[in-house]
């Protein structure tokens, strides 16, 4: 008896166990889709990716109240079929060091990459440095 209770309180500890890591979503060619920060997208479907993206990092430095517009960065990582990986930076009002748009070459192909918004957007106080709360719309054409 003494036993089982200890049984029954560790699976029902197994059962409360938080879930470690976003699910990843599956992502039409040509078309936005959302990611949180380390989520993936894989295109143009989860089983059988053709390319698997990763939001690894992001940054966001606007502030409209202070008069500045700063800027919003995500860092991707992109997967091509066989596993081999690049790491790229994509950029709203970043200037000449870094571009919202970027062409990838994976599986002998070229992808287009475009950073469309980075969510939520600050409008009366300085965005948050939580990365946690912040999404990236996203899309790739072929």
Known sequence: MFYRRYLVFGLLLLGCEKESSVSDVAAPFG?????RFTQSARLPEVNEPELTLTATDIVDSRC???????????????QD???????LTLCLD???EFRDTVTVRANSRRYQLTLHRVTPEPVAEPAS???EGKQVVLSVKQ
């Open 31 to 35: 078309q936005e889709f959302t990611l």
């Open 81 to 87: 079929q066989v596993g081999h990986q690049q790491t």
């Open 64 to 78: 409209p109240p202070c008069g500045a517009p700063g800027t919003a960065k995500t860092v991707l990582r992109v």
């Open 129 to 131: 440095p939580k990365k």
């Open 94 to 96: 970043c200037g000449t």
